[in-house]
């Protein structure tokens, strides 16, 4: 049995005063004082064993009549309390562990906000929404749109495979290897070449990379766009009214130094819109299936008609909704759409 001398004896004097007084009156108060004396236990760093040790004791000092069958159920608790003070202080460090892991996915989700464009380009002639919302505290998914000095818009949207700070920080590097390319050179299949180098040179093997980046040219109304290994989107033609799948032949970025990317051109007529978007938006899991692309193209021919920002959102709400609002992986769409 652990002595109870090896307390401090001044913890020890506060509780037979604190015991005595909880005896004689039963009050609220002296509860409430038990509470703030627990307090100093934990800042002593008292263990439950040695707790039980000193109830003990001064059970023994106040009542000199204990009985031996009392005194050796106070040994019996204390085994036990051995080995629940050992569990207890076994969980306290898990849960320290876990608090210190928290924080640093804190930070690393908000490293990923700054990564992402702080305000969307407005352009006479086209209007674009974005929605991107993450399915846990951190995202795999990246967006990208940016307007340079020749009136070019460029976007992508990019899935990594993989999650927590590893992907944070992948998505850092194609920001930065984005934004260091020449601002006046968008050409999708160059850009991606490029980021495939990077990807290939500087991320682990088993992280890979998928993307889908477009520039868009606002002189003549073309969009010219390159595939990694990415969801394909929709196009969608306003005179014909329907809709048609942007496939993009492509290796995902990181897997071969000598990939090459083709690149597609459109003509954008009025009205017409280009849809973006990762994984997450057509492998959205409703009861015991998988929503199929013609869901979402129906759902987007239901919001056609409103501005891109709220088409985005009137979906990402309506599979939301669906899913109950429980989303299964990060879900991130961009609408283009030309106005004049």
Do not use: W
């Amino acid at each position: 049995m652990i002595e109870a001398e090896s307390l401090d004896l001044t913890l020890q004097s506060e509780y037979k005063g604190l015991l005595r007084a909880f005896l004689e009156n039963k009050s609220e108060q002296d509860l409430y004082d038990a509470q703030q004396y627990s307090k100093r236990l934990l800042e002593n760093q008292i263990s439950p064993e040695e707790m039980v040790s000193l109830h003990c004791a001064v059970l023994e000092e106040m009542f000199e009549d204990l009985t031996s069958e009392i005194k050796e159920s106070f040994s019996f608790l204390l085994e036990i309390m051995v080995g629940y003070g050992l569990a207890y202080r076994e969980h306290q460090s898990l849960r320290d562990k876990q608090r210190e892991l928290e924080m640093q996915i804190d930070v690393a989700a908000n490293m990923q906000q700054t990564l992402l464009p702080k305000e969307i380009p407005q352009m006479q002639e086209i209007e674009i929404g974005v929605i991107s919302v993450p399915a846990g505290k951190m995202s795999g998914d990246y967006y990208y749109c940016v307007k340079n000095e020749s009136g070019q818009l460029g976007v992508a949207i990019a899935d990594i495979i993989g999650k927590g700070i590893p992907a944070a920080m992948c998505m850092s590097m194609i920001k930065y290897a984005i934004d260091s390319m020449p601002t006046n050179s968008l050409e999708p299949s160059a850009l991606l070449n490029n980021l495939n180098r990077v990807v290939e040179q500087n991320v682990d093997p088993s992280m890979f990379i998928t993307m889908m980046y477009g520039s868009y040219d606002a002189q003549d109304h073309t969009f010219v766009y390159s595939g990694a290994g990415h969801e394909p989107g929709f196009y969608y033609s306003s005179e014909q009214g329907r809709f048609t799948d942007l496939y993009a032949k492509g290796l995902v970025l990181g897997v071969s130094n000598n990939a090459n990317f083709r690149e597609y051109k459109l003509e954008v007529n009025v009205g017409d819109v280009i849809v973006l978007l990762s994984d997450g938006v057509t492998e959205c899991r409703i009861g015991d299936h998988f929503i199929e692309r013609e869901e979402i193209t129906k759902l987007l021919r239901r919001y056609i008609h409103l501005p891109s920002q709220e088409i985005v959102e009137k979906i990402y709400d309506d599979l939301a909704q669906l899913q109950d609002f429980s989303l299964n992986d990060d879900f991130t769409m961009m609408v283009i759409r030309r106005k004049v």
